[in-house]
């Protein structure tokens, strides 16, 4: 299993060009694409999350914990006293840092399903909804948004198999195959439920097509070719 410092390298780098990319090829706006490049980074450590002791897991928790209180504090702060918005910005701190998490550890086994193809595709549609739902973007950065999200899990992905890997001693290490997996025959209902949910995402997002048309485009490749002449 690759390191935490490996996994944010592998993860950090191809989305740091990724999303140059995207912000030369005017697909999404400089402030978007820094969006992305994030959403790479954690694509890259959010597999781990069914590692109760990782790393990645500690972030991520203690990042959402945080943005929950923040997001207590920003709807109450208005109609409510001081001392009442600090206790439900404390208790929703404390809900997903210590609940979220605990729930998550008693749910989630490591190279479960978490670790597959399926999860990655049922995150980065789910990045699709929220960027288009929530914050209002348009088709083709909604889907970059998930894009940049589902390829950072892919990195971990590979690079769990590749760790797998002893070249020196040419063998297959116990692990190989647990992360690069389509689902898990013991967690048969998992993997369908995992299935189901992204193509019943997939159905209601927004169109793909515009997005495809605008990467591929003739324009978008021109636009790209343009900036990098005029860093010479």
């Excluded at 999350?49 to 203690?62: E, M, N």
């Excluded at 088709?139 to 760790?163: I, K, M």
């Amino acid at each position: 299993m690759a390191n935490f410092r490996v996994h944010f390298l592998g993860a950090a780098i191809p989305s740091a060009v990724a999303a140059g990319l995207a912000i030369a090829g005017e697909l999404v706006t400089p402030l978007v694409g820094g969006a992305c490049f994030g959403l790479g980074v954690l694509g890259g450590m959010l597999p781990d999350i069914d590692a109760d002791s990782s790393v990645p897991t500690r972030i991520i928790f203690g990042a959402l914990a945080v943005a929950a209180a923040a997001a207590v504090v920003l709807a109450l702060h208005v109609d409510s006293a001081p001392g009442l918005v600090v206790l439900a910005a404390v208790a929703a701190f404390v809900a997903v840092r210590v609940g979220l998490r605990g729930f998550t550890a008693w749910l989630c086994v490591h190279r479960g399903l978490v670790h597959s193809l399926p999860f990655a595709a049922l995150v980065g549609v789910l990045a699709v909804h929220v960027a288009s739902r929530a914050f209002g973007l348009a088709p083709t950065p909604a889907w970059l948004a998930g894009v940049f999200l589902t390829g950072g899990f892919l990195v971990h992905l590979a690079l769990d198999e590749l760790s797998s890997v002893d070249l020196v001693g040419a063998r297959m290490k116990r692990s190989f195959g647990t992360a690069l997996k389509l689902g898990s025959r013991r967690q048969w209902f998992g993997t369908a439920v995992l299935y189901a949910g992204v193509i019943a995402l997939v159905t209601i997002a927004p169109p793909a097509d515009q997005f495809v048309r605008q990467v591929t485009s003739s324009r978008t490749r021109a636009a790209i070719a343009a900036t990098f002449a005029g860093l010479r």
